[in-house]
C-alpha cells in the first residue's frame, strides 16, 4: 500500500514536471511566432494550450484524490498541497504563453517587431523556457540547490525587462504607440512567465524544508 | 468534536471574506490615489499590503491544519483546497492593487491622469472593488446565483478595458508614449484584479455543485 502511494506522489511531480516542458515549449514556440510573425506556430500554441489545461485538471484530480484516499501528513501533505498550487502556476505560465501567441497572430501580417526590440524579446523568451526547464528539474529531483538558483536566474528576466521599458521610453522611439503598447503588454507577459516559475521554486523549498522563502510580489 | 470541525470551516471562509475587503479597500485607496495624485494615500495600500500577506499565511495555515487534523472529504475537502485556492488568488489581488498605488507612486508629484482617461480608470476601480466585495459576500454565503452573476460584472471590466486601449491607440492621443505605456501597464492590473475574482467565484460553484465552470483565461 505504502508503495502505491508513493507512486501516486511520485507520478503527481512527474505529471507537474511534464506540464513545466510543454510550457516551456509553449513559450519558445510563442516567442518564435512572434519574431518571425509564423501565424501558423502562433496558431499551434493557442490550440496546445488546451491540453496544458487539461493537465492541469489532471493534476488537480490527482491531489484530490491522494487527499481523500491518504490522508498524508508532514512532508506528503505539503507535496500534494504544493502540487495544487503547482499546477495552477504552470498553467498559467502556459496562458502567458498563449497571450504572446495570440500578439503574433494579432500582428500578423505586419512586420515583425522593431530590429532593436526583438533581442531583447528573443532573450527573454530563451530565458523564460530555461526557467520552466529548470523548474521541472526541480519539481522532479526536489534539488533544493537548484531551486534556489532559480531566483537568480529570475533576475536576467528582470533586467531585460527593465531594459526593453527603457527603450520604448526613449524620447527618439521611432515605432510609435501602437507597437510600443503592444510591447509593454508583451514584456509583461515574460516577466509573469518568470514570476511563476520562481513561486514554483519557492514552492519546492516549502516542501523540502517545510518554511516558505520570502514572498514574491511582482 | 464536529462542532469544532465545522467552526474551523466557517473561520477559514470569514477569514477569506476579511480578505475580500481589505483587497476591496486597497484598490479604492489606490484608484484615488492614481487619481488625485495622493502620494500619503499610496504609501499606505504599499505599506497595508504586508498585512494581506500575512492573512493569506495564516489562511493557508487554517487549511492545513484542517487537512491534518480533520482529513475532510467531500464538499468539506473541496472547501479546504478552495480555500488554499482562494488565499492566493485574494492575495494577487492585493499585489495589483499595490502595483496601482506604485504606479501612483511614481508618477508624483506630476500631474494626475489625463483628463479623457481618469474617468474609465475611475470606473474600472469601482468595478473591481465591488466585485471584491461581491466575492467576498460569496465566499461568506455560498451563494451559487450571486457567484454565476460575478462572470458578467467581470464584462463590464473587459468592457472599460478595450475603451481604454481603444483611446490610447488612437492616432490623435495627445500624452506621447511614457503615459501610454504607464496606462497601458494600469489597465492590465485592474483587469487582471477582476479576473481573479472570477476565477474565486468559479471555485464557490465547485465548492457548491463539485463542478468548475469552464475556465476563463486572460
Known sequence: MRNAYQEQLDRLANGLADMCNLVA????NATRALLRADLRLAEQVITDDARIDDLRTAAEEQAF?????QAP???????????LHAAGDIE???????HIAEAARRRHPDLVMPAEVAPYLAEMGRVGSALAR??????????LERASQIETDDDAMDDLHRHLLTMLLNPTWPHGIGPAVDITLIGRFYERYADHAVALAHR???VITGRMPDPISA
Open 65 to 69: 484524490t491522494l487527499l481523500v484516499r
Open 25 to 28: 515549449e509553449a513559450l519558445d
Open 134 to 143: 529548470k523548474v521541472g528539474e526541480v519539481i522532479r529531483t526536489r534539488d
Open 92 to 98: 498559467r505560465m502556459g496562458d502567458l504563453a498563449l
Open 204 to 206: 519546492v523549498v516549502y
Open 73 to 83: 501528513v508532514a512532508t506528503d501533505l505539503r507535496i500534494v498541497v504544493s502540487g
